[in-house]
């Protein structure tokens, strides 16, 4: 069975920090773009951020520039956000998604353009 599996999330201070990882089973992540989306209650969900197959090209959406790191290593089949100085803001569930191809498609992901999705881990900022 292939899937996703989210894990790091939890609840954290403002100004602290976390790293998501986003497991695949059942398929490689080699040739695949992988993107973060988040989403909090009464909201849209959002595109975070994404990494092409090979890793060269990452792309953030604005309100995470600076603070959020994605990578990824093919050889764990696993990507990775790193995400420091949080802020209350950043609360929500975050999904790790994969893409059939293997470019990241506009300046922030789409979710319309990713295939397979995670269940989600709750991250929560607050003092």
């Known amino acids: 069975q292939s899937q996703l599996v989210e894990s790091g999330g939890g609840l954290v201070q403002p100004g602290g920090s976390l790293r998501l990882s986003c497991a695949a089973s059942?398929?490689?992540?080699?040739?695949?773009?992988i993107g973060w989306f988040r989403q909090a209650p009464g909201k849209e969900r959002e595109g975070v951020s994404c990494?092409?197959?090979?890793?060269?090209?990452?792309r953030y959406a604005n309100s995470v520039k600076g603070r959020f790191t994605i990578s990824r290593d093919n050889a764990k089949n696993t990507v990775y956000l790193q995400m420091n100085s949080l802020k209350p803001q950043d609360t929500a569930v975050y999904y790790c998604?994969?893409?059939?191809?293997?470019?990241?498609?506009?300046?922030?992901?789409?979710?319309?353009?990713?295939?397979?999705w995670g269940q989600g881990t709750q991250v929560t900022v607050s003092s």
């Open positions: 998604a994969a893409r059939g191809t293997s470019n990241c498609s506009g300046p922030t992901p789409r979710a319309y353009d990713f295939d397979y």
């Open positions: 059942g398929f490689a992540l080699d040739y695949k773009a």
């Open positions: 990494i092409s197959s090979g890793g060269r090209i990452t």
